[in-house]
């Protein structure tokens, strides 16, 4: 007799956790981590939040006509533990503890977290896959310079990742971008980092499958890591995060344009900045869990 949805294991979509497999395909892992937040903290307990509404999801995914867990052993493979009070040091526990779960290729999803924990992210991935196409979405560019002083923290991640060759430049794109900025500079500057951006106003004169054809001819024949900040879509349906904007996605959008994604050689993912203290009625997780069965969906079943 199964058990109800319910009750029963507290992993990500009732998987089974590391330790319980001999080996696997894909795994979940969460970054418990938020020092480098600029607004609203909290991010540090997405990861458990995410998995509680990912409770619901089920094994076949008719959108895509694909059952990801029949067609790959994914795992939950928990959280690793990271030092809040230090983010050099943080990141660098992220890294080490990411690297064997990618192993020799195998795609990860990580829970985030602030969306600091890209950076580490992207670092472990370069190191088996070489630098990738990044798709990001997002109300905010994230590739600003510093915050009062301080390198890396969650609005700066793709910067230090052009810098540091992370990324094909010329083949990421930056999707949702809309709200208030600094100055005209922050734009002329993300160009030359070497990123497009869809703009979330984009939506209405293009559509969904729009969006889809833009990222598709940005990213060409490059390995993609994509990275969705829960603030790309709006607060109408995810008020939980740390940096809300007004005028952002639906779930049915940003869903949609995931699988037109379903081709692309995935070979990592990341969902960050929810914040359960701000949820209601989890209906930030809940997006946030259907997301990630979207993207473990096309790691199991695309190309990587």
């Given at each position: 007799?199964?058990?109800p949805?319910?009750?029963?294991?507290?992993?990500?979509?009732?998987?089974?956790?590391?330790?319980?497999?001999?080996?696997?395909?894909?795994?979940?892992v969460?970054?418990?981590?938020?020092?480098?937040?600029?607004?609203?903290?909290?991010?540090?307990?997405?990861?458990?939040?995410?998995?509680?509404?990912?409770?619901?999801?089920?094994?076949y995914?008719?959108?895509l006509?694909?059952?990801?867990?029949?067609?790959?052993?994914?795992?939950?493979?928990?959280?690793?533990?990271?030092?809040?009070?230090?983010?050099?040091?943080?990141?660098?526990q992220?890294?080490?503890?990411?690297?064997?779960?990618?192993?020799?290729?195998?795609?990860?999803?990580?829970?985030?977290?602030?969306?600091?924990?890209?950076?580490?992210?992207?670092?472990?991935?370069?190191?088996?896959?070489?630098p990738?196409?990044?798709v990001?979405?997002?109300?905010?560019?994230?590739?600003?310079?510093?915050?009062?002083?301080a390198?890396?923290?969650?609005?700066?991640?793709?910067?230090?990742?052009?810098?540091?060759?992370?990324?094909?430049?010329?083949?990421?794109?930056?999707?949702?971008?809309?709200?208030?900025?600094?100055?005209?500079?922050d734009?002329?500057?993300?160009?030359?980092?070497?990123?497009?951006?869809?703009h979330c106003?984009?939506?209405?004169?293009?559509?969904?499958?729009?969006?889809?054809q833009?990222?598709?001819?940005?990213?060409?024949?490059?390995?993609?890591?994509?990275?969705?900040?829960?603030?790309?879509?709006?607060?109408?349906?995810?008020?939980?995060?740390?940096?809300?904007?007004?005028?952002?996605?639906?779930?049915?959008?940003?869903?949609?344009?995931?699988?037109?994604?379903?081709?692309?050689?995935?070979?990592?993912?990341?969902?960050?900045?929810?914040?359960?203290?701000?949820?209601?009625?989890?209906?930030?997780?809940?997006?946030?869990?259907?997301?990630?069965?979207?993207?473990?969906?096309?790691?199991?079943?695309?190309?990587?």
């Open positions: 007799m199964h058990a949805r319910y009750a029963g294991l507290t992993t990500f979509a009732r998987l089974p956790r590391l330790e319980d497999v001999e080996t696997y395909d894909v795994a979940v969460g970054l418990p981590f938020d020092s480098g937040v600029t607004y609203r903290p909290g991010a540090r307990f997405g990861p458990s939040h995410i998995r509680q509404a990912s409770r619901l999801l089920r094994p995914n008719p959108a006509d694909a059952e990801p867990f029949r067609e790959a052993q994914v795992v939950d493979a928990g959280d690793i533990v990271c030092n809040p009070f230090d983010i050099t040091e943080a990141l660098q992220i890294e080490r503890g990411l690297l064997p779960l990618i192993g020799d290729g195998r795609p990860v999803l990580v829970l985030g977290g602030d969306h600091t924990v890209a950076l580490p992210a992207l670092r472990a991935i370069n190191s088996v896959h070489g990738v196409a990044l990001h979405f997002d109300a905010h560019l994230d590739t600003w310079d510093t915050y009062f002083g390198p890396c923290t969650h609005g700066t991640p793709f910067r230090r990742a052009s810098e540091e060759g992370l990324l094909v430049k010329g083949n990421s794109a930056h999707v949702g971008i809309r709200g208030s900025l600094y100055d005209r500079k734009l002329l500057d993300d160009a030359d980092l070497g990123f497009t951006i869809v106003r984009d939506i209405e004169r293009i559509g969904v499958e729009g969006i889809v833009r990222v598709l001819d940005r990213v060409g024949d490059a390995s993609v890591y994509v990275s969705i900040d829960i603030d790309v879509l709006d607060p109408a349906f995810a008020p939980a995060t740390g940096t809300p904007e007004g005028g952002g996605m639906t779930t049915r959008e940003l869903l949609a344009v995931l699988r037109g994604m379903s081709e692309l050689p995935l070979v990592g993912a990341d969902i960050v900045e929810v914040a359960p203290a701000y949820d209601h009625a989890e209906i930030t997780a809940v997006a946030a869990a259907n997301l990630a069965y979207e993207l473990v969906t096309i790691m199991t079943t695309g190309k990587h």
